[in-house]
């Protein structure tokens, strides 16, 4: 809450921009908010909302795993084993954006 309510508020004008420049672009659509969350929001979450998330999305059906660069043989399975210990669930999608154009544009 600090870095909102201090930090992007009242030292850090660019970091403020881009957080009003997002909001503006993303307006109405569920990316329009600070990616830290907003202070209303994280006064009220509880650990049992953080719970909920956590059971609800970190399931194996949610996890895309990508490897890349020079590694052994032996990776993917390593790192398909890390995660197979992982629930199952019902697969998410992030919500699509609604396309709009901007007031400026012809």
Known sequence: MNEI??????SSDEELGKATLYGAVYAGTPYGHL???SVASLKAITAADVRAFYQQ???KENVVIGLA?????SMPALVQGDFA???SGIPTHPPSRSRRRSRGAT
């Open 5 to 10: 309510e201090k930090t992007l508020r009242y």
């Open 35 to 37: 990616i830290d969350g």
């Open 57 to 59: 999305y970190y399931t």
């Open 69 to 73: 660069g020079s590694f052994e043989d």
């Open 85 to 87: 210990g992982l629930p």
